[in-house]
Each structure stands twice: as structure tokens, then as C-alpha cells.
């Protein structure tokens, strides 16, 4: 799909249901989407803060250390673990492919 908004972390932000609405994608709203702000300390999205913020990246896909232990940590708290070990792969492989 050639119209993807594709995140920091590697999700794809127009396929999100809370896209539109609660986010526009973490580089519009700075690393700042609705559920940072209501479950961080600082209310930024800690692989926006590591990758963008910090390194000056343009995401996780330019680290040399991408699946680091903090993308591996981010688990959305909705989805089994056997979904997120799929999802790690997919966003990784999704990030090589557009670093």
C-alpha cells in the first residue's frame, strides 16, 4: 500500500482506528498521541523520545539496534503475546524496508 502513514515505531497511523480522531500520527502531534499522554511520565511516546527526539532519526528504522529491548517492551496491553511477537516482525520488517 503506497498511501501508508507509517510511524515512528513502524505502525501503520491511517490504519489505527484512533487515527483521524484521538491522533493524527505520532510526527504531527510530536510523539504526543492521546495514550502517552494518559500512560507516560512526560506524556511522550518513549520510542518517538528514543528515535526521534533523541537521536534525530527520522524513526526506529535508522537504529542499528532496532529490535531494541525498549521496541520489544512496548506491548499494547490488548493484544496476546503470540500477536505481538507477529507484530514486532511485521513493524521491524516494515522499518528496514522504509529506512
Request: hydrophobic letters at 30%; aromatic letters at 8%; one cysteine or more.
Amino acid at each position: 500500500m503506497d498511501n501508508q502513514l507509517l510511524s515512528a515505531c513502524g505502525l501503520i497511523c491511517n490504519e489505527c482506528n484512533f487515527f483521524g480522531n484521538e491522533c493524527q500520527g505520532c510526527y504531527l502531534v510530536l510523539g504526543a498521541p492521546f495514550w502517552a499522554k494518559e500512560h507516560v511520565p512526560g506524556g511522550v511516546c518513549p520510542l518517538y523520545k528514543c528515535s526521534v527526539m533523541d537521536r534525530k532519526y527520522a524513526g526506529c528504522g535508522q537504529c542499528a539496534e532496532l529490535p531494541c529491548e525498549l521496541f520489544k517492551g512496548m506491548k499494547d496491553p490488548n493484544c496476546t503475546d503470540e500477536e505481538h511477537v507477529i507484530n514486532l516482525r511485521e513493524r521491524v520488517s516494515r522499518l528496514k524496508k522504509n529506512a
